[in-house]
Nanobody
Framework: QVQLVESGGDLVQPGGSLRLSCAAS????????MAWYRQAPGAQRELVAR???????DYADSVKGRFTISRDNAKSAAYLQMNSLKPEDTAIYYC????????????WGQGTQVTVSS
């Protein structure tokens, strides 16, 4: 089993920055993708950013140019650098690890709260 723990969420003013961390533990395979999702109150959970085992990245249009996802394979960790934060970025942010081929296994963290408000 794989366990994920997010950290770094906080209250920040509009225009500010935060760096979220996702630490994975357990039996982690060599090939795995990492992603960040978020869910605002009353909204669907949405994909924010993802990074493949090879380092390719993809972002939601709403965060392009402001957020950067990265990974550290030696630490089995993923990060989300968030700049120029807006109130609409307020949500619980979740980390997901995906591994497997035809059968994919998804592991989720418990989430960390990000609040952007003046």
């Amino acid at each position: 089993q794989v366990q994920l723990v997010e950290s770094g969420g906080d209250l920040v003013q509009p225009g500010g920055s935060l760096r979220l961390s996702c630490a994975a533990s357990g039996s982690i395979a060599s090939l795995y993708a990492m992603a960040w999702y978020r869910q605002a109150p009353g909204a669907q959970r949405e994909l924010v950013a993802r990074i493949t085992s090879g380092g390719s990245t993809d972002y939601a249009d709403s965060v392009k140019g402001r957020f950067t996802i990265s990974r550290d394979n030696a630490k089995s960790a993923a990060y989300l650098q968030m700049n120029s934060l807006k109130p609409e970025d307020t949500a619980i942010y979740y980390c997901k690890l995906t591994t497997g081929y035809l059968t994919q296994y998804h592991y989720w963290g418990q989430g960390t709260q990000v609040t952007v408000s003046s």
